[in-house]
């Protein structure tokens, strides 16, 4: 189902972020919605412009397969309440854009009632939704900017891989004499060139879990006596 309606360069709409957060936030289940929908995940779809269309087509068409409203709804329902959390929190923005430019919306407004449904839509009503069919009030398409949406995927993704794979390993990083002398942000950046993590993307929230799971306290600081 093809989208006639503008997106600025460099953002993404509300409704194509939701499909590019569920296939890289859940690819399993994001699968399996889209074998639901009639497709196959692998061949020419096998892209998210491919996957979009395709889940599109599905989601549009009046009476929907039941096996695919289960899978898909389940689906989307997780990732609509996970995007709207990193909203809430301001680890990502939702914009859209006046005669004055680009506006961004109020994180503090996706954890009230008036956000219910707003991500579904894909409209924001900066003045609330009007409460009669005859009043006119502004409203606009909502976008997220596309490279901090890539950022936003691509670092929990890499977070999952790393700890998967690697967090024993970072720990033991911790413990090497060299390091371990270092002030706790001279640690993160010496890790962080060791041939072994070179190619990793090693967020605050790693480094974190390998920090407790090391044992090792800042360098010049002292443990705490205890009664």
């Known amino acids: 189902m093809a989208d006639w309606s503008f997106c600025p360069e460099g ?10 957060a569920a296939q890289f936030w859940y690819p399993e289940q994001y699968g399996a919605a889209f074998r639901a929908a009639g497709s196959s995940a692998a ?8 996957s979009i269309e395709a889940l599109e087509r599905a989601i549009s068409q009046q009476f929907p397969d039941d096996a695919f409203v289960d899978t898909a709804g389940q689906l989307f329902v997780t ?11 301001g680890t990502i923005d939702a914009v ?9 919306v109020d994180k503090k ?3 009230t009632t008036e956000a219910e449904g707003i991500l579904v839509s894909g409209t924001y009503w900066p003045y609330g939704k009007p409460n009669r069919s005859y009043e006119a009030r502004p409203n606009y398409p909502l976008f ?3 490279s901090k949406l890539d950022a936003l995927l691509s670092e ?12 024993s390993e970072l720990a033991a990083a911790y413990r090497d004499p060299t390091i371990a002398s270092l002030p706790r942000k ?42």
Request: hydrophobic share 30%.
């Open 144 to 146: 997220i900017e596309q």
């Open 109 to 111: 407004f996706w954890a």
């Open 43 to 50: 061949g020419n779809n096998d892209t998210i412009p491919g």
């Open 79 to 89: 990732t609509l309440h996970r995007l709207r959390d990193s909203l809430h929190h």
């Open 11 to 20: 953002y993404v709409s509300i409704r194509q972020a939701i499909f590019r």
């Open 156 to 167: 929990e993704r890499a977070s999952r891989k790393f700890s998967r794979l690697k967090r």
């Open 186 to 227: 001279a640690q993160r950046e010496a890790i962080k060139k060791l041939e072994q993590f070179k190619s990793y993307q090693i967020t605050d929230r790693i480094f974190r879990e390998a920090e407790r799971a090391s044992g090792k306290r800042q360098a010049g600081v002292k443990k705490q006596k205890t009664d």
């Open 96 to 104: 859209y854009f006046t005669r004055g430019g680009p506006q961004t």
